[in-house]
């Protein structure tokens, strides 16, 4: 199994890693062609707007949303969500804009009110997960086919809708691999239900 992992700008190397460490081949997205081998993708946290531009730059845009809305499985974290959204509060940007969210860029302040915390995401673990944020983006508003599969404080933090799956906070940036697992099992699950028999 190949995941891809958008390589524009910034976070990626740290998911590239956690692929590494599962045992699967990790793909750097960099241009159209990467986006034929790989059997889903990562969009990292980092700057959306700069990853926005990039996008539009390199030309990835509109063949990175059409592969999404054939799907393509997804998973965004951070910025990443924000490339998601179709929405983003006081903001009348849109990039990707996939995903029936609306979203609040730096909800939890600036770099230094980056912190940590551990929820149960029943989701994915009966276990308490560690939770990074950095400069994180809020959940504002879903659509009724939108599922939230994690709250902090209240706050939307993680959804899912069809094929797409965006979280405020870094798995990545911990070395807790079960988030990870669980985009793979999506992977392998979306992948089935085309015909194409994956085995993890």
Known sequence: MK???LSLQGGFIEHINQIKLLGYEPIEVK???DLEVID???LP???STTMGKLL???GLMK???NKILEGLPVWGT???MILLAKDIENDCRRHLGIMDIKIRRNAFGTQIDSFRTKKVIEEVSDAEIELVFIRAPLVVEVKDNVEIICRVNNNIVAVKQKNM???SFHPELTEDLRFLKYFIEKIVKVSNSRGNLVAL
């Open 45 to 47: 946290g980092g700057e």
């Open 31 to 33: 241009k159209e062609s």
């Open 63 to 65: 063949p990175l949303k």
């Open 78 to 80: 951070c910025a990443g």
């Open 165 to 167: 799956l965006a979280t």
């Open 40 to 42: 889903g993708i990562i």
């Open 3 to 5: 995941i891809g992992v």
């Open 56 to 58: 539009n730059v390199t």
